[in-house]
């Protein structure tokens, strides 16, 4: 009996407890048919209870999400799809879809009678502002009987999971003029994404076409000479995310590490446009042992939609990481955070002579209080800029961007302007 009262309702109980009162004004006062009525008044929520409780039926659920992979702030479908598996027909019930929070408001949908055998589906539609692997399920449902008196709620076991990737800002490779973000100056000549084909000379050939003939070589040679047009080694990149919590400030989609992981979304996917292999260093990366492959842009955006701030304990490991592949050729694009002179200086050491360093460093003061809780006044004035000058004395480009600067204007100035010139 203690277990079917568990499963009244509110307007259950109430029944129950006017039954009683009823039941016991009836004997009291004589009134047989009063005592009746509140007699039944008593067994109906307990007879609804047991009938409740008793009713057998299992479901199926299958979860069909389309797309499964989507960007900060689009839409996806959920197809949820409930099987009667039951040799008798479901009764109505209450559904109600557990999300992660940043998914939105939990879905709630009243589920008519399935017969046996047949699909139910039913559709809805989540998004979300803040990249990551979020859950789907399990399922809750509640089955109530006709009056309302009783309930009983049960889980639906079964999850399914929805990636939501960073944002990707499209960006240009032409010249554009600097605007500040921390440097300004003339317009400098653009990093060259695209260097010209190594050019062999051979001997003429039958079947060669006339137009390749290296005339200077034919002259030199007193042979027909023709060019030969080797396919160059693919170049690669090194893109480096600061994982340190106390490099970032502010929270959430507006904190600065958001800003870091979707410039260098966009940085990466850029690159891989252009040709380039890129290595991705994170924290995610370095642990897994990914980062000494060339990854393509989906791999990219896949661990940038998981990744997270780490302790400092994952710098020097990271550093050399990122050390190594530097040094095996290759340009490196840094998006890190003004905190410690010996990391940045570090970081300088990762470019290589006759090669490119791009960093774009993180005014954390501007994104709001550091995720170390330490306030915007742990930074001194002129820190943001010391960190830059000393990259650019190194022979780096680097600049300094706050949160009013966009991914594809800092990108813009950083390829385009003369950083490290007469401020």
């Given amino acids: 009996m203690r277990s079917l009262r568990g499963l009244l309702t509110t307007r259950g109980r109430a029944f129950v407890g006017a039954g009683l009162t009823l039941a016991v004004a009836g004997v009291t006062f004589g009134f047989r048919d009063l005592t009746r009525f509140g007699v039944l008044l008593v067994a109906l929520p307990y007879i609804s209870a047991l009938l409740v409780r008793t009713r057998q039926t ?16 689009q839409d996806a479908h959920v197809a949820l799809a409930f099987e009667n598996v039951s040799t008798t027909t479901t009764p109505v019930f209450l559904a109600e879809e557990r999300l992660d929070y940043v998914l939105g408001d939990r879905p709630r949908f009243v589920v008519g009678r399935i017969p046996p055998g047949r699909i139910r589906i039913i559709d809805y539609t989540v998004r979300s502002h803040l990249r990551g692997r979020h859950h789907l399920g399990p399922l809750g449902v509640q089955v109530q009987d006709p009056f309302g008196l009783a309930t009983r709620n049960a889980v639906l076991e079964g999850t399914a999971d929805l990636v939501i990737l960073p944002w990707v800002h499209p960006l240009s490779a032409s010249r554009q003029p600097s605007a500040g973000v921390g440097s300004e100056g003339e317009l400098a000549h653009l990093i060259a ?18 137009r390749r003939i290296h005339w200077p070589a034919t002259a030199r040679t007193g042979d027909l000479m023709v060019r030969q047009e080797d396919r160059p080694a693919q170049r690669r990149a090194v893109v480096l995310l600061d994982p340190r919590p106390a490099a970032h400030g502010g929270s959430g989609a507006t904190g600065s590490y958001e800003w870091a992981v979707s410039a260098c979304a966009s940085i990466a996917a850029h690159l891989c446009e252009t040709g380039y292999a890129v290595h991705l260093v994170c924290p995610e990366t370095v642990e897994t042992g990914r980062v000494t492959a060339a990854l393509q842009i989906h791999e990219i955006l896949d661990v940038l939609a998981v990744t997270q701030p780490r302790p400092q304990a994952t710098d020097d490991l990271m550093l050399r990481e990122a050390q190594g592949l530097a040094a095996a050729g290759g340009f490196v694009v840094a998006v890190v955070g003004p905190r410690g002179h010996e990391v940045t200086g570090r970081l300088a050491s990762l470019r290589q002579p006759g090669t490119s360093g791009l960093a774009l460093v993180l005014d954390s003061r501007s994104f709001g209080q550091t995720q170390d809780g330490a306030g915007g006044g ?3 004035p002129d820190e943001v800029g010391q960190h830059v000058e000393a990259l650019r004395l190194a022979g780096w480009r680097a600049i300094a961007v706050n949160r009013d ?19």
């Fill in 405 to 423: 600067h966009t991914v594809p204007h800092a990108w813009a100035v950083l390829t385009a302007g003369t950083v490290g010139g007469t401020r």
């Fill in 58 to 73: 299992r479901l199926r659920i299958e979860r069909q999400i389309s797309p499964d992979r989507i960007t900060v702030g």
């Fill in 193 to 210: 994404l695209h260097g010209e084909d190594d050019v062999t000379i051979r001997e003429y050939r039958d079947g060669d076409d006339l």
């Fill in 378 to 380: 742990a930074l001194g």
